[in-house]
């Protein structure tokens, strides 16, 4: 029986791709808004399943992880970090970072080949 291995013409994640993909998601939900609280869980929402569908769409044999913070801007800042073991070859992360005058949003995005 012979296996099956998934053809993909591209080797590794594209993290400029993706960058641009969420760039339009956040500016699509967050463009033009003010800060408000009470508006917080739908801007999170939909920017995480905008982006997954537009990641989705490519086509690409990944299996996704998008999170999604906006914070109310202040002079404290905002600072996140995170980490990962896995294939550096195949595998990928990709950050956005948008603010506006009122609110800052970052996007992560981790992505994590299938092999068949």
């Keep these: 029986m012979e296996e099956y291995h998934r053809h993909c013409d591209e080797v590794g994640f594209n993290a400029d791709?993706?960058?641009?993909?969420i760039k339009e998601c956040i500016d699509g939900v967050l463009g033009g808004e003010d800060y408000n609280q009470n508006n917080i869980n739908q801007w999170t929402a939909s920017i995480v399943e905008q982006?997954?569908?537009h990641l989705v769409k490519?086509?690409?044999?990944?299996?996704y992880i998008v999170t999604c913070a906006v914070v109310q801007r202040s002079a404290y800042?905002?600072?996140?970090?995170?980490?990962?073991?896995?294939?550096?070859?195949?595998?990928g992360t990709c950050t956005?970072?948008?603010?506006?005058?009122?609110?800052?949003?970052?996007?992560?995005?981790?992505?994590?080949?299938?092999?068949?």
């Design 58 to 63: 490519l086509g690409k044999a990944y299996k």
């Design 17 to 21: 791709e993706a960058h641009n993909i």
């Design 77 to 91: 800042g905002f600072h996140t970090a995170s980490s990962c073991f896995w294939d550096t070859t195949s595998d």
């Design 51 to 53: 982006s997954l569908a």
């Design 96 to 116: 956005v970072r948008w603010e506006n005058r009122t609110m800052n949003c970052i996007v992560n995005v981790f992505a994590i080949a299938i092999v068949l």
